[in-house]
């Protein structure tokens, strides 16, 4: 097996998708089990109900969207088999035929439609996916119009996340709602699945196993050779690290920084360095009068501009890359990964200065800091937890007493997403799945105000400046390239001068793969099942 060794992130993202091309698939008769870990659970089988890549990537093995990516992230046709727009406002979606659902019913426009209104009802975590004034319309079976009030030249860009449901399955077993993120009990949707992929889920255990078995009654050819796939969720990375090596699985994620070397020098397997899309970065709660969690009664710091700019400013991501990331990651200056805007590098990350960042926290009447807790993860990204406890020390440097709050994904995301944004500061990492500005001006910065509204649904502490709806909203129509990338730039800009975020940076994919297996390490950090080959 041919790997490529640790790169610097970014470097050349068709590269990912060539890199492990040169192993050789295993015949398509081999039966064969994929064993798969991942440090988080895969809590929730209903489509819609976590924006969350290990996710949406598992479920994709099993769900299907109208248009899809390819393995460099470009729109293809996928339950779709072709589209156009015979009018600015009109798209016209031609249906695949002789799709079959996992329980044998026709895939049909009326589940297009269905899926539509579902995405976007309440409790669903992808209601930005589908264009908010998007109405389909039924022209036959196997067509489908949407209609818009305006031109949107991005509209489809993030339907790849979308994936189409079964109306009289949803019916059937009253799963009509979308499960929520923070439900606390199991809907039948989220314990079973019903889609037209290549593989049908068999058994799930939230949090323990899943199951993947090969679904032959599916409509399209696939690469893979698998017959079954095992998903098991292994939190302790010495003991996942130690599954890899011993050959009881077949891929993890991530591969600890520390035993990178360890798992390369290995007689099973390899470590996939890649670059990844996704950005790492802080957000604070610059909306509730008192803020929660913290010493400072009757007001909230950080609604003042100058405690932003100096969280801003003590935390010194340079040290984070060296120390906690290993050098596997590229510090940010905005929100998006450079090769996803192309002046992305007129931006320059503000300096590290902490006697700037306690002059700025004098000033804003917190000579003596102030204690904020931390809501982070300890099981998504790499070296998560460690990154927090890092952010933790650098802001005790300028008098900032951080309470650290770390905890599994699925108890950290019922925390502090829609409709609970139960947070005072937190740890995120977003890759924009329309590979687009507009979905992080919108999504992450957009003003959370109106309720009925899905603008904003991931801007969990509320930053709000209008001027940067105006320019999203124009950003969203906009079909000249050049002109609309000056006014994103410009919504960055005001985005950085109100010191609304804290970018941290763009991390480095790190799968541990057996030798045997031939994959897809994506940009966006996907592993998708239907691209996983494996040697008997």
Known sequence: MSFVKSRPLLACLTAATALLAVAGAAPASAANTFRFAFQGDLKSLDPYTLKETFTIAAHGAVYESLVTRDKDLKLVPGLAESWETPEPTRYRFKLRKNVKFHDGSPFTADDVIFSAERVRAPGSNFQTNVPADATFVKVDDHTVDMVLKNPNPIALYQFGNWYIMSKIWAEKHDALKPTPVAATAPSYAALHENGTGPFVITEHQPGVRTVFKKFDGYWGKVESNLDEAVFTTISNDATRVAALISGEVDWIDPVPLQDQSRVSSSNNAVVVNAPELRTIYLGMDQT????????????????????????????????????????????????????????????????????KAKALLAEAGYPNGFEVPLDCPNDRYVNDEAICQAVTSMLARVGVKVNLIAQPKAKYFAKILKPAFDTSFYMLGWTPSSMDSHNILYEIAGCRTDKASPRGTTNLGNYCNPKVDALADKIERETDQEARNQMIKQAYEIVMNDWGYIPLHQQALAWGVSKKVKLVPRADNQMMLYWVSKEP
């Open 288 to 355: 509730s009068d008192e803020l929660r969690g913290s010493n400072v009664k009757g007001k909230n710091p950080f609604k003042d501009v100058r405690v932003r700019e100096a969280f801003f400013r003590a935390i010194d991501e340079d040290a984070i890359v060296k120390r906690v990331m290993r050098g596997q990651a590229t510090p940010a200056a905005l929100l998006i990964a450079p090769p996803l805007f192309p002046l992305a590098g007129d931006f320059k990350r503000p300096a590290y200065d902490p006697a």
